[in-house]
């Protein structure tokens, strides 16, 4: 069966400091990869998304960036953080025939102080 | 271009039924899909319709109607932990690699 890990689980950055969140799948190969953000009470905003290893599509100009070093690996970036950038940040999976049939993480929920 | 309207709360006791409703305005149409959110958890995949109809799962039942551009999600036999955010999402018709979700409906429901 398939697992999406996601850590850390909580954080807190102060307003300048870089940012790494990662997210790992298990049990599948070659899935779409997906990083959102949700304010909140809010509703789910896509930030970047990848189709294969080294393929990035940022959807948000920011200050984030994203990577996928490896097939089922997928890295949330920022080199400053910003007070808007806190929110509750969610990697999610699909395979390849479901497109509307996305797997999320348990999230990172990150406030930036 | 492209948006899912759905109410933004909606309440209910125990046992009873509620119907989520979910209205979309999209260039092109693949199916909709429902999303579950308990308060502090990630989503869920609930349930995708590509046809019309209605397609029961237990005590969730989601429902397409094409022509009318609207769907909904029903839960029956309410239960306290289905205390939750629903969102329903189509797929972006210029990128079918996203999803578009709707803004979300909390259910609350009481005992």
């Known amino acids: 069966s398939q697992t999406i890990h996601q850590w850390p689980a909580t954080l807190v950055q102060p307003v300048g400091s870089p940012l790494s969140l990662e997210c790992t799948v298990e049990g599948t190969s070659n899935p779409n990869l997906y990083w959102y953000r949700q304010a909140a009470g809010r509703g789910l905003q896509l930030l970047f998304y990848s189709v294969g290893i080294g393929q990035i599509s940022s959807e948000v100009p920011q200050n984030l960036s994203a990577s996928r070093p490896q097939d089922r690996q997928f890295i949330l970036s920022s080199k400053k953080l910003l007070l808007s950038d806190s929110g509750f940040y969610l990697c999610?999976?699909?395979?390849?025939?479901?497109?509307?049939?996305?797997?999320f993480g348990p999230g990172t929920r990150l406030t930036v102080t | 271009g492209q948006s899912l309207e759905q109410p933004s709360e909606v309440t209910a006791v125990e046992g009873a039924i509620v119907q989520i409703n979910c209205t979309y305005q999209t260039s092109g149409f693949y199916g909709l899909s429902w999303y579950q959110q308990h308060d502090g958890g990630a989503p869920t995949f609930l349930s995708y319709n590509a046809l019309d109809g209605l397609e029961e799962t237990g005590r969730f039942s989601s429902f397409l109607s094409r022509s009318d551009s609207y769907g909904y999600l029903l839960l029956q036999e309410l239960q306290m932990k289905d205390s939750a955010s629903y969102f329903c999402?189509?797929?972006?018709?210029?990128?079918?690699?996203?999803?578009?979700f709707g803004t979300g409906t909390r259910l609350q429901v009481f005992p």
């Open positions: 999402a189509v797929r972006d018709w210029s990128n079918t690699d996203k999803l578009i």
């Open positions: 999610a999976w699909r395979v390849r025939n479901r497109q509307q049939e996305q797997y």
